[in-house]
């Protein structure tokens, strides 16, 4: 008999043998199966790229047919357009519409106007005497003791000539009649001397003064001073604008209007108003002088 170790070699032989054999056999198996596969993949790439190839020859060739149909086509209108004439589209004609002028009808029968009685009319009403028309430039001049010692007034650089007592001192007024264009009145109101009693007057005489006369107002000398609430208010209704009584010896000339605003106004130690009436004043007959 063997011994054992050798049985066990040729066992273990063997062995290998049988695994190497069937390795071998199922790799050659593995590597028949996968070639086919291998194989027809391969020859789905190639055959994708030929279609491809095909498909972009094919859209060449469609491309290069439509760009020669749209050369045509443009060459054909360009043809057509070129052969086609103008129409001239007929003017149309105006249709003249005749009238006949219809009769004219007879005209009506004149009447006589019957023949009226003469009636005597009455003679015309006199109409009252108004302003001459144009303008009138009037100046007031007036100047304290000191400055001058001046109460004038000018219509048109003429002067109106006025006196009175004690060298006209005190406020001088003359009123000119608006509504006729003549002066009214001139007058002095010595206040400095008398004050009541002038104050008194004074507030008397511009009460009685009209609506809308005109009222010329010069101080001489002096009397503002002495001026009292009630000749303070005569001033005021025929446009001055005071609100009091003035320093002694203080200049004052008013061109106002009875119940209306001053035209002028100023005060001063020498001061000179001036306004122009909107119509003529007819210049005094004779001498206009204070009482």
Avoid at 95 to 119: F, G, H, K
Avoid at 259 to 270: I, S, V
Wanted: glycine share 8%.
């Amino acid at each position: 008999m063997r011994p054992i170790h050798h049985v066990r070699r040729h066992r273990l032989w063997l062995c290998l043998a049988c695994a190497f054999a069937w390795c071998w056999g199922a790799a050659f198996a593995g590597a028949q199966r996968c070639l086919p596969a291998r194989t027809s993949a391969l020859g789905a790439v190639s055959t994708a790229e030929a279609a491809r190839a095909e498909l972009r020859d094919e859209t060449r060739l469609l491309r290069e047919t439509v760009t020669d149909l749209v050369s045509e086509v443009r060459q054909l209108r360009q043809r057509l357009t070129d052969t086609e004439e103008p129409q001239v589209m007929p003017s149309p004609v105006a249709e003249v519409q005749v009238q006949t002028p219809l009769p004219t009808p007879p005209a009506p029968p004149v009447q006589a106007a019957p023949v009226q009685s003469p009636v005597a009319q009455a003679p015309p009403t006199p109409r009252s005497k108004g302003p001459a028309k144009g303008t009138t430039a009037i100046k007031v001049v007036s100047a304290g003791g000191d400055a001058g010692n001046i109460a004038d007034f000018f219509l048109e650089d003429q002067q109106v000539p006025i006196g009175g007592m004690s060298n006209r001192r005190g406020l001088n007024v003359v009123v000119i009649d608006s509504s006729a264009g003549h002066l009214l009145s001139a007058k002095t109101y010595d206040i400095w001397g008398n004050p009541v009693e002038e104050n008194r007057r004074l507030a008397k005489d511009m009460r009685a003064v009209e609506e809308d006369n005109i009222v010329l107002v010069a101080l001489k000398d002096s009397g503002m001073e002495n001026l009292d609430a009630e000749g303070l208010h005569a001033l005021q209704s025929v446009g001055s604008t005071l609100e009091g009584r003035l320093a002694f010896r203080q200049g004052y000339a008013l061109i106002g209007v009875k119940d209306g605003e001053a035209l002028a106004e100023r005060k001063g130690p020498m001061v000179m108003a001036e306004a122009k009436l909107h119509f003529a004043v007819r210049p005094p007959q004779a001498p206009v002088r204070a009482r």
